[in-house]
């Protein structure tokens, strides 16, 4: 049972902008599936649901406990995560020539997921058991990089460019944030720079289009542009307070692909126009300011940089789809939290919430006084 303290120290407007966020996806996702033939679309709506009931579950589990466990368990953790993504590349599911899931009946399970937020608790781990004030160098960072590095290979091996890169970049976020000496950001600059040709050479052909179609959209507008143009014209087309709930042209005939995962935001954009897309975006901005004060005030470093961790993992994620579909980065895949469908990572999300929650509620409740 929660001490009373704890339920005292329950941050109600953090769950309110959680709540909000799974009414506007449940909604979003019905006008999503609502033209889909036959009954596809019902499906996907029903599951949608039940993975948000389940991942209700699982957020209030996570308040139960005391969130200093998971440093206990952090490397556990971690490497539970890459076995599943090295079983996941020999016996995992095929399906539209990427390798990620293990299929369990109905259920499929997407390792990568874990795969982040054992990435966040690691480094957590790791830069809680180091002195303050520190200007960290390679000789202090090499082991880091490794646990940075293996994940990431695996995710890219699946192939899952959007997972890896959410992970290099919300990892380097908290690396830089934990304080780095000037000459080793510069080495990493200039190693970024000469590894990027070497990296463009190993990625698929269909990932060399989109970073190719984004430089210039027009390059294949049947093809690798298709997709961006398609989002482009249905967020456009939204204007200031959109066609409508359920009146989206480009949703009810579907124009927009992947318009339940992936494109999720174009379809709430054509319906609610740039007001609509201003209030969601408006509860993603309260969320990280939420995330960020949390780990501002908790009272050690471990429970500081797994709230920043959790915070900036879901920063990176919400700007790089937002941007993704509105054609200011390349499309690389990565589903928008809460609104996209996909049980892992809403469970996990869910999960996340209820880690940075724990966190918030035991603020005053240091080594458990």
């Known amino acids: ?48 649901i039940c993975w948000y009931a389940f991942g209700f ?4 589990i996570m308040l139960i406990f005391d969130y200093h466990i998971l440093k206990q368990w952090a490397y556990h953790i971690y490497f539970v995560s890459v076995l599943l993504l090295l079983l996941v590349l ?27 937020l054992g990435v966040a608790i690691i480094i957590s781990y790791f830069f809680s058991e180091r002195p303050n004030n ?19 290979a695996l995710i890219l091996k699946e192939p899952d460019l959007g997972t890896a890169i959410i992970i290099f970049i919300f990892a380097g976020t908290i690396i830089l944030f934990s304080g780095i000496s ?40 049947l093809g690798a542009g298709y997709h961006i143009t398609q989002s482009k014209i249905a967020i456009g087309s939204g204007m200031l307070f959109g066609k409508g709930y359920l009146n989206g042209s480009q949703t009810r005939l579907h124009f ?10 174009s379809v709430f954009a054509e319906e609610w126009g740039f007001f609509g897309s201003l209030i969601l975006i408006t509860l993603y901005i309260l969320l990280v300011l939420k995330g960020l004060d ?11 940089y797994l709230a920043l961790s959790i915070t900036v993992m879901t920063f990176w994620q919400v700007f790089v789809n937002i941007g993704m579909v509105t054609g ?26 209820g880690i940075l929650m724990n966190i918030r509620m035991r603020r005053y409740m240091f080594n458990g006084l």
Request: charged share 15%.
């Open 1 to 48: 049972m929660l001490d009373r303290r704890l339920i005292q120290n329950f941050d109600w407007v953090l769950f309110f902008i959680i709540i909000a966020l799974a009414g506007l996806s449940i909604m979003n996702m019905y006008s999503a599936t609502y033209f889909v033939k036959g009954i596809g679309g019902a499906k996907i709506f029903k599951r949608h």
């Open 57 to 60: 579950i699982m957020f209030f």
């Open 134 to 152: 520190t200007r960290y160098t390679f000789k202090d960072l090499w082991p880091i990089f490794l646990l940075i590095i293996i994940p990431s």
């Open 256 to 265: 927009l692909p992947e318009q339940h995962t992936d494109f999720i935001f």
């Open 182 to 221: 000037r000459k080793f950001l510069i080495i990493l600059v200039l190693t970024g720079l000469i590894i990027a040709p070497i990296t463009w050479g190993h990625l698929k052909d269909y990932q060399k289009k989109r970073i190719l179609t984004f430089i210039n959209p027009n390059m294949d507008p």
């Open 328 to 353: 200011i980065l390349p499309v690389v895949g990565t589903p928008l939290l809460f609104m996209s469908y996909g049980g892992s990572s809403l469970i996990f999300t869910m999960m996340s919430m």
């Open 90 to 116: 020999i016996i995992g599911k095929i399906t539209s020539g990427s390798q990620r899931w293990f299929r369990i009946g109905p259920i499929s399970f997407q390792p990568s997921e874990l795969a982040k």
């Open 294 to 304: 949390i780990a501002k005030n908790s009272k050690d470093k471990f429970g500081c």
